[in-house]
Each structure stands twice: as C-alpha cells, then as structure tokens.
C-alpha cells in the first residue's frame, strides 16, 4: 500500500500538472502548471532514498552507524531546483516579453506560425 | 598532457571563456570577443579530435575530482569518452567554430551576449557527449536546453523568435522532467547514477520498474531528439532562431537527443531489454516512419525557407531513429556516418538560408520567386545540399545510408532501406522543389488568396551593396564541400563499425569503467568494408528530382492541377495540427508519451 502511494502521489502531481498546461488559457499559468509537474519529480526522488526511520544525513552529532536518509537524493534535488529555478525565470521573462509585444497570453491568440 | 586530463578541459574551457566573456563582454569591442570564441572553439575541436583518437585504443575515464570506484563501487562522477562519443563533441565543436565565423560578418550589430551563449551551448553538448553518468547528462541536457532557449529568443525584439522559444522551453522541459522521473526509477531500484554500475545493477533480467524507467529516459530524449509527436517545437523554434544557431540545432542538437537514447540503450539497458529487443526495434520502427514521411511530407509546400529545412530535419530524424533502432553495432555505426553527413549538409543549407535572408531581407520562397538569378552561386550550393539530403553519391549521407542498408539486410528487415530511401528523397524534392521556384521562377503561381506569410524581420539589414560576402558564402561552401568529403574519406566506413562495435559493447564498458582495466583489451575490432550500392544512391537523388518535376510541372498537364489540389486538401488535417499553440504541443507530448510507454510496457510484459 505504502509502495502504491508512494508512485501514486508523484504520478498525480505530473498528470495535474500536464493537464493544467494543455488546458491552460494564459502563458503565466501554463509556467505554474510546468512548474508544479516538475514537483512531482522533487518527490520521487526524495521519496526513493527515504529510509524508514532514519535521521537527516548530517553526521555531526550521532553515533557512527545510526540510519540515515540516502543524502545522494538530496543532492540531486537541489540541481533540480537550481535548474528548475532557471528555466523558470527565463520563461516568465519571455511570457512578459510576449505580452509587451501583443497584449495578450493565451496560447490560442498567439500563434506564431501554422502549417 | 594525457587524454584523462583532456576530457574535462573540453567542456570546462569553453564554460570558462563564456564566463569571462559575459564578464569583460561590455567593455571590449565586439571582435575580440568573436575571436576569443572562434580561439575556444577551434581548442575545443582539437582537443576532442585528440580524445577521439585516443578513445580509439581504448575507453578515456576521467573521474572528477579523483573519486575512483572501491570495490567495483563507483560513488564518483566519471566522463567515460568513446570514440563515437568523443567524435560527435568535435563535430559540435566544429560547427560551432563555423557558425561563429559565419556571425563575423553576418550581424552588423551583435552583442555579447550571443559568442557567451553560444559557448556555454556547446560546452553542455560537449559534456553531454562525454559523460558516463546518468544524472550528469541530465545536466548537461538541461544546460544545453537553457542556453538553446536564450538563443532562440536572441533576437527579442521579434515577437514570434520569442513566442517559438518559449514553446520551445516548456516542450523540452516536460522532456527533461520525463527523463528525471526515469532516473529516480532506476536509481530507486539501483543505488547507482554511473551508467557502467548501472547496467551491472541492472543485472540481464527485465522487469516493469525497469522497462518503465527507460520508457520514461527514452521518451524524455525523443522529445529532444524531435520524433513525432514530439517534433512540433522543432519547426517553430527553427523558423524563428538565429541562422548560424539553425546550424548547431539542426546539425547537432536534434541529433544529441538520438545519441543519448543509444548511449543509455547500449551502456545500461541493453544487458536487461535483451529479451525484449524485438519490441523495441518494432515500436521505433514504427514511429520513426511515421516521423520521416510527416517531415517529408510537410518539408513539402512550406513557404518559409528555414521551416522547410527544418522539416527535412524532422524527416531525417526519422531515419536516424529507424536506423537506431535496428539495435545492432553496425546500425549505430550507420547512424552516426549518417548523423556528420547530415549535419555538414543541413549546416550549409542553413547557411544559404542565411545568406538569403542577410541579402535579400526574407526566405520566403514565393516573395523570392525567380530572385536567385542573380546569386547562382547561392543556387549551386542549395542544388548540391538537396542531392546530399537525398543521400547521392558521394556525399556523407550516402554512405551513412548504405551502411544503415546494410545493418538492416543483415536482421532480415531488406524493405526498410527502401522505404527510408523514399522519405529522403521527398526532403531532398522539396528543397529542389523551393529552388526551382525561387531561381526559375517555375511552378505554379503564388495562391493570391494564401495569407500572407508570419512576419520576417531581417536579422540583419539587407542591402546587396556591400559587396560579395565571401565569409557566408566560403563557410556555405565549406561545409558542402565537407559534407562530400566525409563520404569519400577512405577508411570512414570501417572506423564507424568499429566504433560501433566499441559502443555497444556493454561488458567491455563495464570491465573499463568500474575496474579501470587496460584499454588495449577493447581494442577496436577490424571491420571488414561493405560493398555500396551506387545505383540506390542516384535512384534516389532521381527519385527527389521526381518529386520536384511533379510538384513544380504537375499543374501544366491536363488534369494536373485537379490532381495537384486534391493531394493538397488531402493533406489540410496534417498541416492543421502543426497550429503553433503551445498548449496543443503539450497534449500531443503527453498522448506521444504515453503511446510509447504502453507499447513498449504491454509488450515487453
């Protein structure tokens, strides 16, 4: 059951944010809705190095052999953010740069070039 | 200074000089900072050509910061440079170099920030050919990602370059955050990133976590690697995107994507889909048919110069995945021939188109109808750049082609060459079909009632009264002349298939990798040459002359010019869905995905 939920919730979060971006009606929106599928993958990671019962990799004060979380995950996270941070940003710069250009941020208004 | 110390410098340099550049960019004129990265650029050729020929005797490790594996255990990030490897990081590299020269006279006015974008891209492609760890390819997938969606965008004050960089962004952002999930999978299962522990993790047996973990890495790459359904942000990002940028995009990046789903295939999967390779094989098959013949088929009847090239792109990539897909070394060696061959002739095209657009203000192919009169040099170059596309002998196509015909003879799929064959020569028609309207004049007469076409803005003021521009044109020139050459190199065939072999040699990889064993155990093994066949090549540089008659003189027959209309209306569903909203890109990304994933994970079951 755990192990069902535990795929359930990132997989959840991926889909609810794939539909929020084919759906969406306004680019700034859309740049949330990638953003919150891009959560699902903070998820999953921390969730496969989690260990039942275990501390923060931090070894400064515990005894040598205490159970820890895999910190390798926590690692790999934060490029995730880092880079998830980045695209981000360069995204909304080119949402606002849009709207100066056309007044507008629906995608069905915005066609840049058909067929 | 040994080739484990080079591998590193090849994409650390060039991230450095960016730095500097967008450091001192503002305060120095704008020549010193486009020789500074033509100089980073040309080190960067020269030190990739050195680790390939090193690779060549044997796999280059470097482990950074000295944390070799213990016990078979590797805790370290490793570069683990073969010579495929290390031969696509010199040919991004050289591109580079060629598209930096080709900007030296191109922009009358660019700033710093293009030469510190472009470097910092080349850099991620050049690390993303190299590395031997999984997640460090995500990376550098999302570094060269980031830096391709500045690019595109260069050129901000243009609504619809920034409009294609953001769809663009967000397409290939899904791709990354499918290929992250993939990685969490196989690390949950695992406890490995490095792509050697990884495939000894794997052990030889399948099961759903893995089949689903490289379904997800895979699809995330395709969508890089712009197979359908996923290739919509392709034609919009190539249509707007700076010239010279076209060249990297279509030559090399494109291509990257294809390169890392074989490169993950062959050094962790393939020990564990074994069993399944037959499902594979039918399901990209299946899809990079359908790939080349909607790139073929849209490539035709574009007006937009660059979006027609970039449909041959997409069609081409059809082939490469079909040739992938063959799973077998020479497959890969065919791939890659095939990969040069193409790039250096899609680079030149771009490069006229480029020409065009820096001479004449547009590429569009009806306003320029019958105005290439007067450049034949122009002309000649994108003659020759649509036999290449079509795979005529001698050019680097060819031989990519008779070496993918060959691989596939050999598993019993004989028809296959002859399909593809079909899908190049309608890319190759299409271009010649553009030319002959644009030099000639001949065709049909411009539809009055068509819309007029998306907005053009010149990336650089037009005005044929500055001369020849002989750097565009040597640099055009060059690359074509390349493209032909590389296919009459003696001795390029039997290289790749031993480079092939070399790559798909996961034990080999494996013993190299995590127990720093000798490289002269995986010396390259002798390949014996393949016999071409010539006559497939120029059926199909007539098949695209074909092609091109029909499309530009069909109208002149009686009852043509119904039959020309009905084909026409018969296509309007095809061309409707590349509308160019970015929602619309998403769905079809998510409904590709999920195609792939239940093919592969249902039968492979």
């Excluded at chain 1, 991926?14 to 759906?23: E, R, W």
């Excluded at chain 2, 110069?305 to 995945?321: D, E």
């Excluded at chain 2, 028609?429 to 001949?442: E, Q, T």
């Excluded at chain 2, 127990?515 to 393949?530: C, H, S, Y």
Aim: aromatic share 10%; charged share 10%.
């Amino acid at each position: 059951m755990i192990s069902f939920i535990a795929f359930a919730v990132p997989a959840w979060i991926f889909v609810a944010g794939l539909y929020g971006m084919a759906t969406s009606r306004n680019l700034i929106h859309l740049i949330l809705c990638l953003s919150v599928a891009q959560s699902s993958t903070y998820v999953l990671i921390l969730e496969v190095g989690y260990r039942l019962g275990a501390t923060a990799p931090v070894f400064g004060d515990v005894l040598p052999g205490t159970r820890a979380v895999d910190p390798v995950v926590d690692a790999l996270t934060l490029t995730d953010i880092v880079v998830g941070a980045t695209v981000t940003a360069l995204l909304l710069a080119f949402a606002l740069r849009i709207y100066k250009k056309r007044q507008t941020l629906d995608p069905e208004a915005l066609r840049a070039m058909e067929g | 200074m040994t080739p484990e110390a080079l591998a590193p410098l090849a994409f650390s340099v060039p991230l450095a000089v960016a730095a500097l550049g967008a450091a001192i960019g503002p305060f120095v004129p704008r020549r010193v900072l486009d020789a500074l990265a033509i100089a980073t650029g040309l080190f960067c050729t020269a030190a990739c050509v050195l680790l390939a020929r090193a690779a060549a005797h044997g796999t280059v490790v470097h482990w950074f910061g000295g944390w070799t594996p213990r016990h078979g255990i590797a805790l370290g990030i490793a570069f683990a440079v073969d010579p495929i490897g290390a031969a696509l990081a010199a040919f991004t590299a050289f591109l580079t170099t060629v598209a930096l020269l080709f900007t030296w006279t191109y922009y009358d006015e660019s700033g710093p920030p293009f030469p510190v974008l472009m470097l910092t891209f080349m850099a991620a492609l050049i690390g993303f050919f190299l590395t031997g760890d999984l997640f460090n390819l995500f990376v550098f997938f999302e570094l060269m990602g980031v830096a391709a969606y500045a690019l595109t965008a260069y050129r901000s004050e243009d609504d619809s370059a920034v409009l294609g960089a953001f769809a663009f962004g967000v397409v290939n952002s899904i791709g990354a955050f499918l290929i992250l999930l993939g990685i969490a999978l196989v690390y949950g299962r695992t406890g490995a990133l490095n792509m050697a522990q990884l495939s000894h993790a794997l052990g030889a047996h399948a099961d759903a976590l893995a089949i689903l973990a490289f379904a997800f890495i895979a699809a995330g790459l395709l969508v890089k690697a712009a197979l359908a359904p996923f290739h919509f942000w392709l034609a919009d990002a190539h249509a707007v995107a700076p010239t010279p940028l076209c060249v990297l995009f279509s030559g090399i990046m494109v291509q990257a994507g294809l390169y890392a789903v074989a490169r993950v295939y062959w050094s962790v999967f393939s020990g564990a889909l074994a069993e399944h390779d037959h499902v594979l094989r039918t399901v990209l098959i299946a899809f990079g048919l359908v790939t080349a013949f909607a790139g073929g088929i849209m490539a035709f009847g574009q007006r937009h110069f660059k979006r027609l090239l970039a449909f041959s792109t997409i069609a081409h990539t059809g082939i490469l995945v079909c040739a992938f897909a063959l799973l077998t070394a020479r497959g890969v060696a065919g791939m890659v021939v095939y990969v040069l061959g193409h790039g250096l002739t899609k680079g030149g095209l771009f490069l006229c188109s480029g020409i065009l657009l820096n001479r004449l203000g547009t590429v569009d192919v009806d306003v320029l109808r019958g105005k290439l009169r007067t450049k034949p040099w122009g002309s000649v170059a994108i003659f020759l750049g649509a036999l290449a596309l079509a795979g005529t002998p001698p050019f680097g196509t060819f031989l990519g082609s008779s070496l993918i015909a060959h691989a596939a003879d050999e598993i019993g799929l004989g028809w296959l060459p002859w399909v593809l064959l079909v899908a190049a020569a309608l890319t190759g028609g299409a271009v010649l079909n553009a030319l002959g309207r644009m030099a000639f004049g001949w065709g049909p007469p411009p539809d009055p009632r068509a819309k007029t076409p998306a907005h053009e803005s010149p990336e650089a003021s037009a005005g044929g009264d500055r001369g020849f521009p002989l750097m565009m044109y040597a640099c055009s020139a060059f690359l074509i002349v390349c493209a032909c050459a590389i296919g009459l190199v003696p001795g390029a065939a039997s290289a790749a298939l031993g480079a092939g072999e070399r790559f798909v040699d996961r034990a080999g990889q494996l013993a190299i990798v995590l127990k720093e064993m000798p490289g002269a155990a995986l010396a390259m093994p002798p390949a014996e040459p393949i016999a071409t066949s010539l006559a497939s090549g120029f059926l199909a540089g007539a098949l695209a002359l074909a092609f091109a008659a029909i499309a530009l003189f069909a109208h002149r027959l009686p009852s043509g010019a119904g039959a020309m209309r009905a084909l026409e209306s018969a296509l309007v569903p095809l061309r409707r869905i590349h509308d160019g909203v970015v929602t619309d890109y998403v769905a079809w990304l998510a409904a590709g995905t999920a195609a792939l994933g239940t093919a592969l994970a249902a039968w492979m079951r």
